[in-house]
């Protein structure tokens, strides 16, 4: 009797976190702007559910390919066929100098900016641009002065044959 009961409690958690994912999987479905999912938190609220639960959820929504962790806890819907930059985010900021067409001495894109074009936050951004800074490429950041571009990225080009 004890192993029946076992399993009862296990399948009860496993439905729940499966019906929430497939209400979430709804969700994205339905709403092809939707970029970022409910926080964990959201999930606990909306759901009346614990933590390990709604993590559950992301779990298995990661496992159907719908979606993805990003820096700071959240996630972020994966859409088929959607092309998603993998590289560090210093990286792609620092090819915002040539897709920009910033010259030497530009003033670059604000934290704020950045944070929203490349949908992470404002102090995930602070890091990577502090270590643009210190690789030479940006000035450093002072209260009421924009940050402005110091050098351009070397590009690594194949050699010719």
């Given at each position: 009797?004890?192993?029946?009961?076992?399993?009862?409690?296990q399948?009860?958690?496993?439905?729940?976190?499966?019906?929430i994912?497939d209400?979430?999987?709804?969700?994205?479905?339905?709403d092809?702007d939707?970029?970022?999912?409910p926080?964990?938190?959201?999930?606990?609220?909306?759901?009346?559910?614990?933590?390990?639960v709604?993590?559950?959820v992301?779990?298995q929504?990661?496992?159907?390919?719908?979606?993805?962790?990003?820096?700071?806890?959240?996630?972020?819907?994966?859409?088929?066929?959607q092309?998603v930059?993998?590289?560090?985010?210093?990286?792609?900021?620092a090819?915002?100098?040539?897709?920009?067409?910033?010259?030497v001495?530009?003033?670059?894109?604000?934290?704020?900016e950045?944070?929203?074009?490349f949908?992470?936050s404002?102090?995930?951004?602070?890091?990577?641009?502090?270590?643009?800074?210190?690789?030479?490429?940006l000035?450093?950041?002072?209260?009421g002065?924009?940050?402005?571009?110091?050098?351009?990225?070397?590009?690594?080009?194949?050699?010719?044959?």
């Amino acid at each position: 009797m004890t192993r029946g009961t076992s399993v009862t409690q296990q399948g009860s958690p496993r439905g729940t976190f499966l019906r929430i994912a497939d209400l979430v999987r709804a969700r994205i479905e339905a709403d092809q702007d939707m970029v970022e999912l409910p926080s964990a938190a959201e999930l606990m609220r909306e759901h009346n559910v614990s933590r390990g639960v709604a993590l559950r959820v992301f779990a298995q929504l990661r496992k159907d390919r719908l979606a993805e962790p990003v820096p700071g806890g959240r996630w972020r819907v994966v859409r088929p066929g959607q092309d998603v930059d993998r590289r560090p985010l210093e990286e792609r900021l620092a090819d915002v100098i040539a897709s920009d067409n910033l010259a030497v001495g530009a003033s670059f894109p604000s934290t704020t900016e950045l944070s929203a074009r490349f949908g992470v936050s404002r102090p995930t951004v602070s890091k990577a641009l502090g270590r643009l800074e210190s690789a030479g490429l940006l000035s450093a950041a002072r209260q009421g002065k924009q940050r402005t571009v110091r050098a351009l990225p070397e590009r690594t080009e194949s050699p010719e044959s």
